[in-house]
């Protein structure tokens, strides 16, 4: 089964800063690469699909790029709504592995 | 408008089954991946696994293969998963997601989630 290494596990940074969430598969995937945002007590909701697709909806700050197996989630000004935990998810077979999730939290 | 509808908060004791189901609306059910997702109290987003409810067709994760059970009733859009016995580590929050037509895809909706509950 593929891992997916995804660090920071606890981010912090102050409002309009520029912030960057990597994962990292432990083998080609491709671009079969989802980011989901959940809020503080909420459900979990799609960002990004397909490594940079953003979601119907999804604020233009969000990106996302990939090179090889490393995939990364860009907030280009970071906003008080944005306090959230990020997973990754390899999505190209069963089982489609999140990551362990990285916490952003406004300093 | 895609909707999963999710059954209610279960509080149960060890070794009791539970059936917790899923309803999803305003799409084609029988076209469409299912899959369960697991949120241990303050832990991360587990992959359970998916169905097809077209044919049944199930994929599990290895991790919980043996564990729960994945089903579904395309007569009535509903997807389900079940526990025979249940174990105090089995206390999570349940989601059901919607993927797309093909098993290869993000989980594009979510239910808002079961809260299952397991103590003596």
Redesign the interface.
């Given at each position: 089964d593929i891992q997916m290494t995804q660090s920071p596990s606890t981010l912090s940074a102050s409002v309009g800063d520029r912030v960057t969430i990597t994962c990292r598969a432990s083998q080609f995937i491709s671009t079969y690469l989802a980011w989901y945002q959940q809020k503080p007590g909420k459900v979990p909701e799609l960002l990004i699909y397909a490594a940079s697709t953003l979601q119907s909806g999804v604020p233009s700050r969000f990106s996302g790029h990939v090179s090889g197996t490393e995939f990364t989630l860009t907030i280009s000004s970071l906003q008080p709504e944005d306090v959230a935990t990020y997973y990754c998810q390899a999505y190209n077979r069963p089982p489609h592995t999140f990551g362990g999730g990285t916490k952003v939290e406004i300093k | 408008e895609v909707q999963l509808v999710q059954s209610r908060a279960e509080v149960k004791k060890p070794g009791e089954s539970l059936k917790i189901s899923c309803k999803g609306s305003g799409y084609s059910f029988t076209t469409h991946w299912i899959?369960w997702?697991r949120q241990m109290p303050g832990k991360?987003?587990?992959?359970m696994?998916?169905i097809f409810p077209g044919e049944s067709d199930i994929?599990?994760?290895?991790?919980f293969q043996g564990q729960v059970t994945i089903s579904a009733d395309k007569s009535i859009n509903t997807a389900y998963l079940q526990w025979s016995s249940l174990k105090p580590s089995d206390s999570a929050i349940y989601?059901c997601a919607r993927l797309g037509v093909v098993?290869?895809?993000?989980?594009?909706y979510?239910?808002?989630?079961t809260l299952v509950t397991v103590s003596s």
């Open positions: - | 899959g997702v991360g987003l587990e992959w696994g998916i994929r599990y994760s290895p991790s989601y098993p290869a895809a993000p989980l594009y979510w239910g808002p989630g």
